[in-house]
């Protein structure tokens, strides 16, 4: 069983014509409410392709809250790890203009009050999991806990988004740490100066020199690299048309996190995630774009 760790929130989008400055005020089309965050993506995402997956979160004691409960449970996510109150659920503002450029503004509510204690609290969803997965969209402290509760055969999978800086013992039990091109730079910090080329193996071969046992860098309409203490290996990607590549992320990460569950290899699992991923960015939006098991499998062999 894969259970996620992570943030829940309200996506509020108003498409405008131009987005408004200090002081203005702009009209906008109709108000679209959308249930986001990383932490309710993945979760959707691993049980849309058949996961068995639990999600442990908080939302507040509102409208929001309900929405992101009930988009869950159609779903088939288990929520009895999702906590209820504390303060509003987290919400996503955003303004997206003609070209597509977004303005966005978070108030993480309720996910900045998933504690330590809301993890420990959690135990029995930790024992029955093959596979943990988080973000960093929640406290770090609270990230930090989610290592310590691990059982000892569980796996733990970190996408570190928002990137910061990670204490020695969360890199340690990343296995992989998932990574796009900016949040390794940050998680790099100094050590990111001393590369000179573009060549992404680079890149790898330092972030495994911090401590994790694995590592995925994603590259977008590029696939993505894998490498542990054994292997680099390129994963290729799907070629698809790209309609939409919101959540794409997300995606990658729970099929990946999923798949290592059932056994296989990393370079396995993050080959079906890469189809995962491109199957996501063929539709709009984050959790209406993934894909069934079904539809994962008719695109590798169209
Ligand atoms: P993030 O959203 O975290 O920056 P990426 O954009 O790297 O993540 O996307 C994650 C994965 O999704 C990629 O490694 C790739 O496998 C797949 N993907 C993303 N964009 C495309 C695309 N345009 N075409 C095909 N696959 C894609």
Request: charged content about 20%.
């Amino acid at each position: 069983d894969l259970l996620v760790v992570g943030s829940a929130n309200a996506d509020l989008v108003i498409g405008v014509e131009r987005r408004p400055a200090a002081g203005e005020t702009v009209l906008g089309g109709d108000l679209a409410v959308h249930p986001g965050g990383k932490g309710a993506n993945q979760a959707v995402a691993a049980a849309r392709l058949g996961a068995r997956t639990a999600l442990l979160a908080r939302v507040g004691d509102d409208a929001y809250g309900r929405l992101l409960l009930d988009s869950q449970r159609a779903a088939g996510v288990d929520t009895v790890g999702m906590l209820v109150g504390g303060a509003p659920t987290g919400v996503a503002l955003i303004t997206v203009d003609p070209s597509g450029d977004n303005s966005i503004v978070v108030s993480p509510g309720a996910n900045g009050r998933l504690t330590p204690v809301d993890v420990r609290a959690a135990g029995c969803l930790f024992h029955t999991s093959r596979v943990v997965s988080a973000q960093l969209e929640i406290p770090l402290e609270t990230v930090e806990e989610v290592v310590r509760q691990l059982p000892p055969e569980a796996r733990f999978v970190l996408n570190p988004s928002p990137p910061r800086p990670l204490p020695t013992a969360v890199l340690a039990a990343c296995d992989p740490l998932i990574v796009n091109e900016h949040e390794a730079k940050v998680i790099l910090g100094e050590a990111a100066v001393s590369i000179t080329s573009d060549d992404p193996e680079d890149w790898v071969r330092l972030l495994l020199a911090k401590g994790p046992r694995s590592v995925v860098v994603t590259l977008g309409a590029e696939g993505a690299l894998v490498a542990s203490s054994k292997e680099v290996a390129r994963i290729p990607s799907v070629p698809v048309t790209a309609v939409d590549t919101t959540g794409a992320g997300d995606s990658f990460t729970a099929a990946l996190a999923w798949k290592l569950g059932t056994g296989a290899s990393l370079t396995e699992a993050a080959a079906y995630a890469a189809r995962v991923g491109a199957a996501a960015v063929t539709r709009r939006g984050a959790q209406e774009s993934f894909p069934t098991a079904e539809e994962v499998e008719s695109l590798c062999c169209a």
